[in-house]
């Protein structure tokens, strides 16, 4: 089993409509969460920490279940902008352990 | 820019010659990582320094991976021999803690090598 599992992509959906990225991870003691997204054939960039009381960044709301070691990512309102392959990434100690990422095609 | 920046961007070698990637992270940052990403995967750690002291070494970095960090302000990857399979994105990043302990890690473009 992978230490952080997403759901396999891609995801097409129609520009305007709301999608929901799920995330497990398989270490309890994580410490840190993260959405990081990355563009095709460039660096990831951090989209959003995400925090135990869920939080939220004008259309992007990150939620975290620690009890079921659960992270989601939703997205609203998805523009065409938003097409790239979102991370999910969890901290234990000072690594990152990334997920393999969930591929996201918005289409006009 | 201010960014975290890698050098080479792009390698192509053949299969048993010697490559060296260098990255310059962002200049306050103490923290600086090294990671591998091939095509459908995400990152994978390699290694990380804080300072000029490399802290730890993941087991997928083979005696013919080596990083130094001299003065702990830019890093250099070499790997000698190389093998098809080091095709991949090498991807260094760099961060400190914040208060409250949060550290946020920042990625440069990365250098994409091709072996032959």
């Known amino acids: 089993r992978k230490e952080v599992e997403q759901d396999p992509g891609p995801f097409n959906v129609p520009e305007g409509a709301t999608v929901a990225f799920n995330c497990t991870y398989s270490?309890?003691?994580?410490?840190?969460f993260f959405w990081y997204r990355q563009d095709c054939r460039k660096e990831p960039k951090l989209l959003m920490s995400?925090?135990?009381?869920?939080n939220e960044d004008g259309r992007f709301t990150a939620q975290l279940n620690r009890a079921s070691q659960y992270i989601s990512l939703l997205i609203r309102d998805s523009k065409l902008s938003d097409s790239a392959t979102y991370l999910c990434?969890?901290?234990?100690?000072?690594?990152?352990?990334w997920g393999a990422g969930t591929k996201l095609i918005i289409k006009p | 820019d201010t960014g975290v920046s890698q050098n080479p961007r792009h390698k192509i070698t053949k299969r048993g010659q010697n490559v060296t990637f260098r990255c310059d992270p962002i200049?306050?940052?103490?923290?600086l990582y090294w990671y591998r990403q091939t095509l459908g995967q995400g990152p994978e750690f390699l290694t990380y320094?804080?300072?000029?002291?490399?802290?730890?070494k993941s087991r997928l970095l083979s005696d013919r991976f080596s990083a130094e960090r001299p003065k702990g302000s830019f890093s250099t990857l070499e790997i000698q021999r190389t093998e098809q399979g080091d095709s991949a994105m090498y991807l260094c990043?760099?961060?400190?803690?914040?208060?409250?302990?949060?550290?946020?890690?920042?990625f440069g473009p990365g250098t994409r090598l091709l072996v032959l």
């Open positions: 990043a760099s961060s400190s803690l914040a208060s409250g302990g949060r550290e946020t890690q920042y």
């Open positions: 990434v969890v901290r234990s100690n000072y690594q990152l352990i």
């Open positions: 200049s306050e940052h103490n923290r």
């Open positions: 270490n309890s003691a994580s410490q840190s």
């Open positions: 320094f804080q300072n000029e002291a490399q802290l730890e």
């Open positions: 995400v925090y135990s009381s869920g």
